[in-house]
Nanobody, 125 residues
Framework: QVQLVESGGGLVQAGGSLRLSCAAS????????LAWFRQAPGKEREFVAY????????NYLDSVKGRFTVSRDNAKNMVYLQMNSLKTEDTAVYYC??????????????????WGQGTQVTVSS
Protein backbone atom coordinates (compact mmCIF):
# COMPACT_ATOMS: atom_id res chain seq x y z
CA GLN A 1 0.00 0.00 0.00
CA VAL A 2 1.17 3.53 -0.71
CA GLN A 3 0.38 6.87 0.91
CA LEU A 4 0.35 9.96 -1.28
CA VAL A 5 0.81 13.55 -0.12
CA GLU A 6 0.53 16.47 -2.51
CA SER A 7 2.14 19.87 -2.05
CA GLY A 8 3.01 22.96 -4.04
CA GLY A 9 -0.41 24.44 -4.59
CA GLY A 10 -1.17 28.10 -4.05
CA LEU A 11 -2.43 31.34 -5.54
CA VAL A 12 -0.93 32.47 -8.82
CA GLN A 13 -1.85 35.01 -11.48
CA ALA A 14 -2.96 33.91 -14.91
CA GLY A 15 0.05 33.20 -17.07
CA GLY A 16 2.12 32.11 -14.10
CA SER A 17 3.57 28.74 -13.15
CA LEU A 18 3.40 26.26 -10.31
CA ARG A 19 5.02 22.90 -9.71
CA LEU A 20 3.00 20.36 -7.77
CA SER A 21 4.74 17.53 -5.97
CA CYS A 22 3.39 14.22 -4.76
CA ALA A 23 5.40 12.31 -2.18
CA ALA A 24 4.82 8.58 -1.93
CA SER A 25 5.53 6.53 1.17
CA UNK A 26 4.92 3.02 2.37
CA UNK A 27 6.12 1.34 -0.78
CA UNK A 28 8.42 2.24 -3.64
CA UNK A 29 6.63 4.38 -6.17
CA UNK A 30 8.32 2.57 -9.06
CA UNK A 31 5.67 -0.16 -9.01
CA UNK A 32 2.82 2.30 -9.48
CA UNK A 33 1.23 3.90 -12.47
CA LEU A 34 0.57 7.50 -11.50
CA ALA A 35 -1.78 10.28 -12.49
CA TRP A 36 -2.94 13.74 -11.61
CA PHE A 37 -6.61 14.67 -11.42
CA ARG A 38 -8.34 17.89 -10.46
CA GLN A 39 -11.71 18.89 -9.13
CA ALA A 40 -13.23 22.35 -9.35
CA PRO A 41 -16.14 23.40 -7.10
CA GLY A 42 -19.39 21.87 -8.28
CA LYS A 43 -17.68 19.75 -10.92
CA GLU A 44 -16.64 16.12 -11.20
CA ARG A 45 -13.06 15.05 -10.69
CA GLU A 46 -11.23 15.41 -13.99
CA PHE A 47 -8.18 13.64 -15.41
CA VAL A 48 -5.18 15.90 -15.99
CA ALA A 49 -2.10 13.77 -16.69
CA TYR A 50 -0.77 10.22 -16.53
CA UNK A 51 2.73 8.77 -16.38
CA UNK A 52 3.71 5.13 -16.74
CA UNK A 53 6.00 3.32 -14.31
CA UNK A 54 9.12 3.91 -16.40
CA UNK A 55 7.98 7.39 -17.50
CA UNK A 56 8.18 6.18 -21.10
CA UNK A 57 4.52 6.98 -21.67
CA UNK A 58 2.54 10.07 -20.69
CA ASN A 59 -0.96 11.22 -21.47
CA TYR A 60 -2.65 14.58 -20.96
CA LEU A 61 -6.03 16.25 -20.92
CA ASP A 62 -6.30 18.11 -24.21
CA SER A 63 -6.71 21.50 -22.55
CA VAL A 64 -3.39 21.21 -20.69
CA LYS A 65 -1.25 19.78 -23.49
CA GLY A 66 1.75 22.00 -24.12
CA ARG A 67 1.30 23.75 -20.77
CA PHE A 68 1.57 20.96 -18.18
CA THR A 69 4.30 18.35 -17.85
CA VAL A 70 4.13 15.27 -15.64
CA SER A 71 7.34 13.64 -14.44
CA ARG A 72 8.51 11.22 -11.78
CA ASP A 73 11.64 10.43 -9.81
CA ASN A 74 11.39 6.84 -8.70
CA ALA A 75 14.59 7.09 -6.67
CA LYS A 76 13.02 9.87 -4.58
CA ASN A 77 9.51 8.36 -4.58
CA MET A 78 8.14 11.55 -6.10
CA VAL A 79 5.86 12.56 -8.94
CA TYR A 80 5.54 16.11 -10.23
CA LEU A 81 3.21 18.26 -12.28
CA GLN A 82 4.82 21.34 -13.80
CA MET A 83 2.09 23.78 -14.75
CA ASN A 84 2.92 26.73 -17.01
CA SER A 85 0.79 29.41 -18.65
CA LEU A 86 -1.89 28.86 -16.04
CA LYS A 87 -5.44 29.94 -16.79
CA THR A 88 -8.29 30.79 -14.45
CA GLU A 89 -10.03 27.60 -15.58
CA ASP A 90 -7.16 25.58 -14.10
CA THR A 91 -8.38 26.55 -10.62
CA ALA A 92 -9.16 23.34 -8.72
CA VAL A 93 -7.99 20.97 -6.05
CA TYR A 94 -5.33 18.76 -7.61
CA TYR A 95 -4.99 15.12 -6.60
CA CYS A 96 -2.28 12.54 -7.10
CA UNK A 97 -3.46 8.97 -7.81
CA UNK A 98 -1.75 5.60 -8.08
CA UNK A 99 -2.39 2.02 -9.02
CA UNK A 100 -0.37 -1.17 -9.53
CA UNK A 101 -2.94 -2.62 -11.88
CA UNK A 102 -2.83 -2.60 -15.64
CA UNK A 103 -5.07 0.25 -16.76
CA UNK A 104 -7.43 0.19 -19.73
CA UNK A 105 -8.40 3.83 -19.45
CA UNK A 106 -5.91 6.14 -17.72
CA UNK A 107 -8.41 8.99 -17.51
CA UNK A 108 -10.96 7.23 -15.31
CA UNK A 109 -10.93 7.79 -11.54
CA UNK A 110 -12.01 4.18 -11.07
CA UNK A 111 -8.68 3.02 -12.55
CA UNK A 112 -6.79 4.17 -9.45
CA UNK A 113 -6.71 2.66 -5.98
CA UNK A 114 -4.80 5.26 -3.98
CA TRP A 115 -5.36 8.99 -3.69
CA GLY A 116 -3.76 11.89 -1.92
CA GLN A 117 -5.65 14.52 0.04
CA GLY A 118 -5.27 17.17 -2.64
CA THR A 119 -3.67 20.58 -2.93
CA GLN A 120 -5.52 23.76 -3.89
CA VAL A 121 -4.48 25.68 -7.00
CA THR A 122 -6.10 29.06 -7.52
CA VAL A 123 -5.40 31.09 -10.65
CA SER A 124 -6.48 34.72 -10.52
CA SER A 125 -7.19 36.94 -13.53
Amino acid sequence: QVQLVESGGGLVQAGGSLRLSCAASGRTVSVYRLAWFRQAPGKEREFVAYISRSAAYTNYLDSVKGRFTVSRDNAKNMVYLQMNSLKTEDTAVYYCAATEKTIDTVSQTASYDYWGQGTQVTVSS
